[in-house]
């Protein structure tokens, strides 16, 4: 399984939420290829689940894969809620 973790410019908060994204799996015992990038790129990259914040990731073509919306990319205990219904 992929997923693809989606910003504006593919630096800061993808990095940032990618590492949770990461810690969310651990602490689920699930594992997932996670990667981090920008949204022009990840249109074009093929991936299981495109996680980012609603006015990013909202913007991917639903056909693509599953998109998840996260509201506070610090809260693990968010990203594993909507993660595990997922893996």
Known sequence: ???????GNGLGSSLILE???NKA?????????VTHT???SAKAEKADI???AADI???L???????VSIV???SIVEIKEKLEPLL
Do not use: P
């Open 1 to 7: 399984m992929k997923i693809l973790v989606v910003c």
């Open 57 to 59: 990731v909202n913007e």
């Open 50 to 52: 495109y996680l980012g």
């Open 19 to 21: 590492w949770n994204v």
């Open 38 to 40: 920008d949204l022009a």
């Open 61 to 67: 073509a639903k056909d693509n894969g599953t998109i």
């Open 25 to 33: 799996l651990e602490a689920l015992g699930k594992n997932a290829e």
């Open 72 to 74: 506070n990319m610090m």
